[in-house]
């Protein structure tokens, strides 16, 4: 069973602190994107930009430093805000959980069942006695 986190002020520095290391290293990575187009503009061919696709990453890696800095702020308004995501991400740890204790459970039995099976063929196909010998069973 899934424990719900108390909604006490400890919890809420801790998520806040993670969002701002995140918030740290996009911003890293903002800097060297910016360094990397003014190398291109200057001619340096050492800071060049790689591919076009960075830009798209940037806009992306932009685009969740927005988001982040906003959960930031909701959660330092809103004392209550981390029990609902809380909730909300529990409740789907618990339905991925069940499926794979599900998917665990058929693996195994399959795995069972087709090892019987192997091993009975096995039995079929080299009889007790072939064994004996190298064995030296007599």
Not at 16 to 37: F, W
Not at 65 to 86: C, S
Request: no cysteine.
């Amino acid at each position: 069973m899934r424990t719900v986190a108390s909604p006490n002020k400890a919890q809420a520095p801790t998520f806040l602190e993670s969002v701002e290391q995140a918030l740290g290293k996009l911003a890293a990575e903002r800097q060297r994107q910016a360094d990397s187009e003014l190398g291109a503009f200057r001619g340096d061919a050492t800071l060049a930009p790689e591919a076009p696709e960075s830009t798209e990453q940037f806009d992306e890696l932009e685009i969740t430093i927005d988001h982040l800095t906003q959960i930031k702020e909701w959660l330092q308004r809103d004392e209550h805000l981390l029990t609902v995501i809380d909730d909300y991400v529990g409740k789907h740890v618990g339905a991925q959980t069940r499926i794979l204790k599900r998917q665990n459970l058929i693996l195994s039995g399959g795995m069972t069942i087709v090892g019987a099976i192997l091993g009975w063929l096995l039995s079929i196909l080299l009889p007790v006695s072939f064994l004996a010998i190298p064995l030296h069973l007599h």
